[in-house]
């Protein structure tokens, strides 16, 4: 068990170790940087598996029971889900809210880009937050209530999308499900970093979700006039007409910041502040306040020390509609604009995914993260002609029409992420740049350690990773050292030669096209979290020869065998190394005086490069002289 004294007086602070998403057009962050570095919009046509415009649009606002919009941003095969690698039988999948089932693949996918072996987190000390309110699913039973089965009230209840979070990973710190609409998610974010940094847990999974299934909310919204008739979100845009309604999921890993150097998890950002308050009584419910924004703000930048010169730009809210985006305008102005010697830079990422409702406030973050990674702000897209109603100038405001990049600068940059609820919840959060780490890049490792829960999967999974080894980006040795050394074991397991990038893929080439016929070595651990064995041999194994491949091809077991030969040799025995590579050992092995400490030494510089590439023996087992190499590889002796 971790000393929880390490991580005391340094609780405020709380850095992003890892993260991932699924949205319109982006099946990972990769795919949603490049539509945002790329300046494409995603959003389509709602497609006939979601529901039927024949039956419910119609262009006209006022026929009862239609919309006028007929598109959306939807993410592509929403409804597949892998059921066995979450240990869920078929029965109880089909039952569940797609929006269970897509945010547990997003949070596996996050705790891997984290490099986290969940079998080794603090299980009392981690929690879920997750922002939801669609219950889209929870309706398709209406027509026929015959349906339902045992397993629906637990799939389709909105605490249950944190709670099986939990569920699944056995953690046991706090888990809820928080609903503000439209800033669901940047308040789970809120509530995360208040944990950690009052010391309740050290990791937090941060996630929001949301998934179109219904007509209904689309004819509600139109009812309103939300929703946008040209179909795309035009934030500060002199057109902007309303707002894309979208789906998808994003989930942030949180850490203490303390922990995560502890643990060498690379910092991708921290979380240098956040907040939330309420807009109170307005003209009408669903009207924004510029001046309760504008508090938040002003609140956020006093608490924390916020310097907006350092801010690179906001993620603004941004909707594209008449009233909120004049008043979100303002309020970051008066706050962080007018307070600069340059314009602030603003945009939003929902001019290119849509809004995902409870959602957008996750996607702005990860937007925000991934310019602070790349060091470029993306455009934000349809405003040409930006809205007159703004006064951008007086304001000290920029809307990023094109690519900008982030200049290096004395100090770490903030982005700023602004999210508002359509009943008055407002939240904020502030990204700080993470420093320049040295990750080691080094020589390839020798191998690749894949592992899945399926054939299906370990196939699909060996599959991208020669995608990976065929661009051979400066990346992948340390990809390849944290899949070897961080991630989760699943039972069905692949070791892949990897000298190098030309040779990983030629080896996974070659187990693609014929597993049996290639040099990689696929295997089923008999449980999941089973350690792994030495045993090692007594005198009669050995034979002239061994060890010799090893001694003149690894660094760690010649130094070893070396300092094995030294001792030997001080106690009167013939040399190892000149043994080792003599042609005639074959005539001396039946010897014991030979033969014993040379199967000794090979034994133990074997257990050195091994230890050297992180595989440690949870047991050990020795017969005779093997007995000496067990002692010492579980530290008995010397």
């Known amino acids: 068990m971790r000393d929880i004294s390490v991580v005391s007086g340094s609780a405020e602070e709380v850095a992003v170790v890892g993260y991932s998403a699924r949205l319109p057009g982006a099946a990972s962050t990769e795919q949603a940087w490049a539509v945002l570095n ?3 919009c995603t959003v389509g046509e709602i497609s006939p598996d979601r529901w039927s415009l024949t039956r419910y649009f119609d262009p006209n606002r006022d026929i009862a029971g239609k919309c006028y919009s007929r598109v959306a941003g939807l993410v592509d095969n929403v409804f597949d889900f892998d059921a066995g690698y979450f240990s869920l039988s078929p029965r109880e999948a089909e039952q569940m809210d797609p929006q269970q ?13 984290a490099g986290i072996d969940t079998d080794r987190l603090d299980k009392k000390r981690t929690g879920v937050f997750v922002g939801a309110s669609s219950s889209d699913h929870s309706t398709t039973c209406i027509q026929d209530p015959k349906l339902i089965d045992a397993g629906y009230m637990l799939g389709n209840t909105l605490s249950i999308i944190s709670n099986r979070i939990s569920y699944h990973y056995d953690l046991h710190g706090p888990s809820f499900t928080i609903d503000t609409a439209c800033s669901s998610g940047i308040f789970a974010l809120d509530q995360a970093r208040r944990a950690i940094a009052s010391g309740e847990i050290d990791t937090a999974v941060v996630g929001s979700v949301n998934v179109l299934l219904s007509p209904m909310s689309f004819v509600g919204f139109s009812k309103a006039s939300m929703l946008s008739e040209t179909g795309i979100c035009q934030a500060f845009g002199e057109n902007a007409d309303g707002y894309v309604r979208s789906e998808g999921a994003v989930v942030f890993i949180l850490r203490n910041a303390s922990l995560a150097r502890l643990e060498l998890d690379r910092i991708r950002s921290m979380v240098v502040a956040s907040g939330t308050n309420s807009d109170g009584r307005t003209p ?6 510029s001046e309760r924004q504008h508090d938040l703000l002003e609140d956020i930048k006093s608490r924390f020390n916020i310097d907006p010169e350092r801010l690179a730009f906001i993620e603004a809210h941004g909707t594209g509609t008449a009233v909120g985006d004049p008043e979100e305008a303002r309020a970051i102005g008066q706050a962080f604009g007018m307070a600069r010697s340059k314009p602030l830079p603003i945009g939003s990422a929902k001019t290119n995914f849509g809004h995902l409702e409870p959602a957008a406030g996750l996607v702005g973050l990860l937007k925000a993260q991934l310019a602070l990674e790349k060091k470029q702000i993306p455009a934000s897209l349809h405003s040409t002609h930006l809205n007159p109603n703004i006064a951008f100038d007086e304001l000290g405001l920029e809307v990023v029409q094109k690519n900008t990049e982030i200049p290096d600068a004395s100090e770490p940059w903030l982005a700023a992420v602004n999210s508002f609820g359509f009943g ?3 939240a904020h959060a502030v990204l700080q740049q993470a420093d320049e780490q040295n990750l080691t890049k080094g020589a390839m490792p020798r191998a690749l350690m894949i592992t899945a829960a399926s054939d299906e999967s370990l196939t699909a999974l060996a599959e991208t990773w020669r995608e990976k080894a065929e661009v051979a980006d400066s990346d992948l040795a340390q990809s390849i050292l944290a899949a070897n050394r961080r991630l989760t074991r699943h039972r069905r397991r692949l070791c892949v030669p990897a000298s190098s990038p030309e040779f990983l893929k030629d080896n996974l080439d070659a187990w693609l096209g014929n597993p049996r016929g290639s040099a990689c070595a696929l295997g089923t651990a008999l449980r999941d979290r089973s350690r792994v064995g030495f045993v090692f041999s007594g005198n009669g194994s050995q034979w002239a020869g061994m060890g010799r491949h090893m001694l003149l091809n690894d660094k760690v077991f010649r130094d070893s065998f070396s300092a094995c030969s030294e001792l030997a040799t001080d106690l009167g025995v013939e040399p190892l190394l000149d043994l080792i590579m003599s042609p005639d050992l074959g005539a001396k092995l039946d010897r014991a005086p030979v033969a014993q400490p ?3 030494a090979v034994q133990v510089s074997l257990v050195d490069a091994l230890a ?3 595989l440690h023996p949870g047991a050990v087992l020795g017969h005779s002289a093997g007995e000496v190499a067990a002692a010492y590889a579980c530290g008995a002796i010397t």
């Open 38 to 40: 790329e300046g494409r």
């Open 101 to 113: 089932r897509l945010l547990l693949e997003v949070v596996a996918e996050a705790f891997d880009h």
């Open 284 to 289: 009408g419910i669903a009207m924004p306040s």
């Open 424 to 426: 008055g919840a407002n």
């Open 598 to 600: 040379m199967l000794l």
């Open 612 to 614: 050297a590439q992180g």
